[in-house]
């Protein structure tokens, strides 16, 4: 099933003040479209990338892609003109795509958002595979009040039903088209995001967490808080360990799988000592404590439990703060099992407890020269790193 990318480029940007479209002002030492760009490029599972634009923005187009590289211009095929309104725009994108996959999932983003993460183009992947139409959302944090023409109040919104909506919005390709073409045929051009055409047209729209540090630069103070003198996040690390005496069994877990072995693991949990070792990092990241402050190995639920639970659950608490998770390194010290026939799948599953490409985590295991307890076989340990970077100012 491929998987398409359509940047929506074409607008004015008017309330980004006078000058150039707010896609092709400077941000960093690019454009803004040039980094919105580059994020769909390196996602490994995104096949093609269209954008659309204005007609007279060929030049300013060219200049913003002229940086990107080969492999990303292996990716992106011609721009196509745009519409007098965003529905427009996104439609002339979709009939481009006509003939490249039916069965394709596509993901509309707004060319002005270029802070996305490949964590949340991966959410946005897998919510539309699963449902066929996923959008992002955060948590409204102010109060919502809806009013009538003359500012009077008329409804107080519960604010934990509320979430305020981002893109990309990820669809299956052909649902998506007949919406857009429906919509058109019945003179509707009102739609100001894609899964509200979606559910005018009658199909389920789902919920996927958004982040948010994914604003969309619309205001000349957006561009000012974004620009290199005031960085938009902090580095952290954090460091984590684990350990687990052998026992009874057939299998270790590590990295989510199951390994199989001559002996298993005493522990109160499923004993993966590596998506132990990484919870405790990516919470020592957050300062949060460790993962027996979280879950207590004295509380009975956690008997037994899986631990992608306790991956997910810290990087929940990285998302929450308007955190990105960079990269989860973690290696495995044993005298056996050997861990090279298993790295690329572990890397796989911690990829896809945490959100994040595949290419963000690492696995690496050795041994101890048979030098103490894992040297004489008695257990397994593995230590962590976990890189993320929350907002904030250096």
Known sequence: MAVLALIVAAGRGSRA????PKQFRPLGDSTVLTQTLAAFCKHAAITRILVVIHPDDRELYAASIASLGSACGKKLLPSVAGGATRQ??????LEAFVGIDDDAVVLVHDAARPFVTSALLERAIAGAQAWGAAIPGIQVTDTIKRVDESGKVVETPPRPQLRAIQTPQAFAL??????HRKAAAADRNDFTDDGALMEWAGHDVRMIEG??????LT???????SSPELPHYVTRVGTGFDVHVFGDGDHVMLGGISVAHARGVVAHSDGDVVLHALTDAVLGALAEGDIGTHFPPSDPQWRGASSDRFLAYAIDRVRARGGIVDLLDATILA???RIGPHREPMQARIAEIAGIDISSVSIKATTTEKLGFTGRGEGIAAQAVATIRLPGRT
């Open 219 to 225: 205001h000349p103070e957006d561009f000012a808080m």
């Open 211 to 216: 982040e948010t540090a994914n604003i969309k």
């Open 88 to 93: 427009a725009s996104v439609r002339a994108g």
């Open 174 to 179: 052909a649902p998506l088209l007949a919406a």
């Open 17 to 20: 003040g006078e000058g150039k």
């Open 335 to 337: 005298e056996s099992p």
